[in-house]
């Protein structure tokens, strides 16, 4: 059995990962998504493998999900990704990894005690009139904030992650490559709403699937490789520029990975989960 942990919010599997348990099934797996939050401990130990494919809802309470994460190892839960990647991946500080390794991110600073003067005192520095104050551990987009002198009430405290903002991000979109096993498999560009910066589901986007070249490709592999182990799914979002592509973000937790965009992509996903299981 493998078991697909979904959120309250989407108990049913999205056409993403419907297309996968199709697949699965298709294999002779038996394969079925049950929530996180409230489902027995017991439920998803008995499993053959556990994707966290659909825990959306883990902003709200991150100490909550890091906590399922140990728990299931803890127990001897198959998780797929490996918890080590989850963990790592968990908090976004592994950009500062990236960057430190020389992978383009957006120049970041981890600043643990967040205050008004500290957060002025890094955009002035640098030089940024707006920026982007981020949660250490979050997704979908939650808590991210635009801030400028405009919003100072507005701006978060405590520990964050401050951003230069990518003024372009509303003309170029986000475009989002899908891996599997470490290999390449398909690219979908989100398109933003026109004024929005944001580029997640809650905002307005629309997806289109897109063609992108050799040298992208290589410049998302390289994210890729930078892990120590392969990932069995990843999605690396990010800008594609002329002068090369920067990531956003590297998803190896509860990444959409668009399977329904792209045709026979549900099934080498599925061939990889079963390859894993020996």
Same mark, same amino acid.
């Given at each position: 059995?493998? #078991?697909?942990a979904?959120?309250? $919010?989407? @108990?049913?599997?999205?056409?993403?990962?419907?297309?996968?348990?199709?697949?699965?099934?298709?294999?002779?797996?038996?394969?079925?998504?049950?929530?996180w939050?409230?489902? =027995?401990?017991?439920?998803?130990?008995?499993?053959?493998?556990?994707?966290?494919?659909?825990?959306?809802?883990?902003?709200?309470? @991150?100490?909550?999900?890091?906590?399922?994460?140990?728990?299931r190892?803890?127990?001897g839960a198959?998780?797929?990704?490996?918890?080590? &990647?989850?963990?790592w991946?968990?908090?976004?500080?592994?950009?500062?990894?990236?960057?430190?390794a020389?992978?383009a991110?957006?120049k970041?600073?981890h600043?643990?005690?967040a205050?008004? =003067? !500290?957060?002025?005192?890094r955009?002035?520095?640098?030089?940024?009139?707006?920026?982007?104050?981020?949660?250490?551990?979050?997704?979908?987009? /939650?808590?991210?904030?635009? +801030?400028?002198?405009?919003?100072?009430?507005?701006?978060?405290?405590?520990?964050v992650?401050?951003?230069?903002?990518?003024?372009d991000?509303g !003309? #170029?979109?986000?475009?989002?490559?899908?891996?599997?096993?470490?290999v390449?498999? /398909?690219?979908?560009?989100?398109? #933003?709403?026109?004024?929005?910066?944001?580029?997640?589901?809650?905002?307005g +986007?629309?997806y289109?699937?897109?063609a992108v070249?050799?040298d992208v490709?290589?410049?998302?592999?390289?994210? +890729?490789?930078?892990?120590?182990? !392969?990932?069995?799914?990843?999605?690396?979002?990010?800008?594609?520029?002329?002068t090369?592509?920067?990531?956003?973000? &590297?998803e190896?937790?509860?990444?959409?990975?668009?399977? $329904?965009f792209?045709?026979?992509?549900?099934?080498?996903?599925?061939?990889?989960?079963?390859?894993?299981?020996?």
């Amino acid at each position: 059995m493998i #078991l697909i942990a979904t959120c309250s $919010e989407y @108990p049913h599997p999205t056409p993403n990962l419907e297309a996968l348990v199709n697949a699965l099934r298709a294999h002779g797996t038996e394969a079925a998504y049950l929530p996180w939050k409230t489902t =027995p401990l017991e439920t998803f130990v008995a499993a053959d493998a556990v994707l966290p494919l659909c825990c959306w809802d883990y902003y709200d309470d @991150p100490g909550r999900f890091l906590g399922w994460i140990d728990a299931r190892e803890a127990r001897g839960a198959r998780l797929l990704n490996p918890p080590e &990647l989850l963990r790592w991946n968990f908090r976004k500080t592994y950009l500062l990894d990236m960057a430190a390794a020389g992978h383009a991110v957006p120049k970041t600073f981890h600043l643990q005690e967040a205050s008004r =003067p !500290a957060i002025a005192e890094r955009m002035e520095a640098e030089g940024w009139s707006v920026a982007v104050a981020k949660p250490v551990s979050s997704q979908s987009g /939650h808590g991210v904030r635009k +801030i400028d002198r405009s919003n100072m009430d507005r701006w978060p405290t405590g520990e964050v992650l401050l951003q230069e903002y990518q003024d372009d991000i509303g !003309a #170029l979109g986000e475009t989002t490559m899908t891996f599997i096993e470490g290999v390449f498999s /398909h690219a979908v560009r989100r398109v #933003l709403k026109a004024g929005e910066w944001r580029a997640n589901a809650q905002y307005g +986007i629309t997806y289109e699937r897109v063609a992108v070249s050799r040298d992208v490709i290589d410049a998302a592999q390289a994210y +890729i490789d930078f892990l120590p182990q !392969a990932p069995l799914y990843a999605r690396v979002d990010g800008l594609v520029r002329s002068t090369g592509f920067m990531l956003m973000e &590297l998803e190896l937790i509860d990444p959409y990975l668009y399977l $329904e965009f792209a045709p026979g992509s549900a099934d080498v996903m599925a061939r990889a989960v079963l390859q894993r299981l020996g």
